[in-house]
Nanobody, 115 residues
Framework: QVQLVESGGGLVQPGGSLRLSCAAAGFAFSLYEMLWYRQAPGKERELVAAISSSGRTNYAESMRGRITIFRDNAKKTMSLQMNSLKREDTAVYYC?????????WGQGTRVTVSS
């Protein structure tokens, strides 16, 4: 079955950096778009970044210029490098893919930006 497992979250000071990773299994990873979403306390889940099967990227305006999404098809992993983090980036970050109309999610990894 499809499995997505995020890692790399934690506590970081404003202005700091984190790299999140998503390990995928159970599907032909290289064929599918992969996405990062986040959900802050009391807010709806929102798209952060996406990378297509061909490597084309798309970023949320709120984080553009501070994040980079990339994938390693051989290792079936996707990562999100986040720099210049702000307090408002505090959220649970989720890995997502859609296969034949079905959304699959990881369990999420918590990012807390605080001094």
């Amino acid at each position: 079955q499809v499995q997505l497992v995020e890692s790399g979250g934690g506590l970081v000071q404003p202005g700091g950096s984190l790299r999140l990773s998503c390990a995928a299994a159970g599907f032909a990873f290289s064929l599918y778009e992969m996405l990062w979403y986040r959900q802050a306390p009391g807010k709806e889940r929102e798209l952060v970044a996406a990378i297509s099967s061909s490597g084309r990227t798309n970023y949320a305006e709120s984080m553009r210029g501070r994040i980079t999404i990339f994938r390693d098809n051989a290792k079936k992993t996707m990562s999100l490098q986040m720099n210049s983090l702000k307090r408002e980036d505090t959220a649970v970050y989720y890995c997502n893919t859609r296969i034949r109309g079905n959304d699959y999610w990881g369990q999420g990894t918590r990012v807390t930006v605080s001094s």
